[in-house]
């Protein structure tokens, strides 16, 4: 597993930064993605290059999830600015720092025009953080230095938690059994997704419409978070339950875990289906 460059903000003048590198079409460059692509997957992959997919850049593994879109053969655009929310057919927020990329993506005025596209359908993806910034409700959250606690910029009817699985695991991994995987024309759609849970958030509560695709069993789920949710309900939470770790709703999909870590790009391909409205 590659380490996820979580703690430092990515330079803000990349290379492929710009409204140019994700509206414009230079042959060349085309051809060096498509060469990235089918090295990194085989020959089969070029079949996504109509399908463009903005990555939310500013903190957090932005990196890990371009390279795993682009190994499926799409193609995969830093959104830093709002103007280039237009370019894109979807939208990924990447693990990371719940807060930072909260503030950040208010500071560049990106939360007003994503939560418009977001009511008006945009399909967007969000891991870990990008799931904590996807939920309508946080049930702890950070509050800054004036007492003004973290927003999100909402869409999924649920509630988070943030850090949800405790100190003592921090980091862990676990084998889950995912939803709507079996459809993604790959022979190991029905195998159980590796997931890598970094001071990751689990779904305390979804609202009628959020389907529910994968939950760590009772019997990998630790006993009690670590910032309530023991004293809150210490008798209910004395036998370990299952935990919602990721959810589906309409055009909306979050994962607790970092499929972008492991090489595990099923769950990139549903999202990819859900752009193209194949699932
Ligand atoms: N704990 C982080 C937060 O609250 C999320 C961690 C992650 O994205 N791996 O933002």
């Not at 503030?103 to 939360?111: C, N, P, Q, Y």
């Not at 959250?141 to 973290?150: A, I």
């Not at 935990?243 to 499929?259: E, Q």
């Amino acid at each position: 597993m590659t380490s996820p460059s979580f703690s430092a903000p990515l330079p803000t003048s990349e290379p492929t930064s710009g409204p140019a590198s994700s509206a414009a079409s230079s042959s060349d460059s085309e051809a060096g993605e498509a060469t990235r692509a089918t090295s990194a997957a085989g020959a089969t992959t070029s079949r996504h290059r109509d399908v463009v997919v903005g990555v939310l850049a500013v903190q957090g593994d932005v990196r890990e999830h371009i390279a795993t879109i682009e190994s499926l053969g799409g193609r995969a655009v830093p959104v830093r600015r709002p103007s280039e929310l237009a370019a894109i057919d979807g939208l990924i927020i990447p693990g990371g720092e719940s807060t930072t990329i909260d503030k950040l993506t208010r500071t560049f005025g990106l939360a007003e025009p994503l939560r418009d596209l977001i009511a008006g359908g945009l399909p967007v993806y969000g891991s870990c953080a990008g799931m904590i910034l996807l939920s309508d409700v946080i049930a702890d959250p950070s509050t800054d230095r004036l007492g003004n606690p973290q927003q999100t910029i909402g869409g999924l009817d649920m509630v988070v938690r943030r850090n949800a699985f405790g100190r003592q695991r921090e980091s862990f991994e676990a084998d889950l059994a995912f939803r709507g995987l079996a459809a993604t024309g790959s022979v190991a759609g029905e195998d159980p997704v590796r997931a890598v849970f970094i001071r990751a958030p689990w779904v305390e509560k979804v609202g009628d419409g959020v389907q529910v695709l994968a939950q760590v069993p009772a019997a990998e789920t630790p006993q009690a978070g670590p910032s309530g949710a023991g004293e809150q309900g210490a008798e209910a939470e004395l036998a370990p339950v299952a935990r919602i770790v990721a959810v589906r709703s309409g055009n909306l999909l979050a994962t607790s875990f970092h499929p972008e870590v492991t090489g595990e790009r099923r769950v990139h391909e549903l999202f990819i289906r859900m752009i193209r409205g194949e699932a």
